[in-house]
């Protein structure tokens, strides 16, 4: 779906009417959320301001771990039920996202990072991760990065 107007944030309130006339309740839930924290993270701060697409994007990442987190949470004690909706959720907010990086493709990019900071040991990981963390940006979880970078720097 995509709105009228350009900006991520304006793609999620435009489908979020949609899901509301189409009653879909599940998918105007998780998009009500999405839209407050995106709002909180707007206000948070000393100075209100309008989050940029890549900023909201990182929202969206954000509150995607935290469904991950949950379902697997849930389905390890055994709630079903609270893990199907979580998983539920985390489809929808996947679609706002960018397509996940394959872990051979994350790799690569990891060893290529390596080399151009000049790493040789573990002491650089944080050289190495600044460099590569804006590259795969809302493509990889941080701890997928952190574990291919370390496979780079053994």
């Known amino acids: ?4 107007t350009t900006g ?9 009417q949609e899901s509301i006339r189409a009653q879909d309740k599940v998918r105007s839930a998780t998009l ?3 839209l407050t924290a995106v709002s909180n993270a707007e206000v948070s701060g000393t100075q209100a301001r309008t989050l940029s697409d890549d900023e909201v994007l990182a929202v969206l990442t954000k509150e995607g771990k935290k469904r991950r987190e949950s379902a697997a949470a849930f389905a390890d004690a055994g709630r079903e039920e609270l893990a199907a909706q979580e998983n539920a ?5 996947e679609a706002y996202l960018p397509a996940q990086l394959e872990d051979a493709e994350l790799d690569r990019m990891a060893t290529e990072a ?3 900071v000049g790493a040789t040991g573990m002491a650089q990981m944080g050289q190495v991760m600044k460099v590569l963390q804006p590259r795969v940006a809302g493509q990889a979880e941080g701890g997928r990065v952190a574990a291919a ?4 720097l053994q």
């Open 1 to 4: 779906m995509t709105a009228p």
């Open 8 to 16: 991520l944030k304006a793609t999620l309130q435009h489908d979020l």
């Open 32 to 34: 009500r959320m999405v």
């Open 89 to 93: 959720e985390l489809a929808i907010l």
């Open 114 to 116: 390596v080399a151009e």
């Open 149 to 152: 970078v370390k496979r780079a």
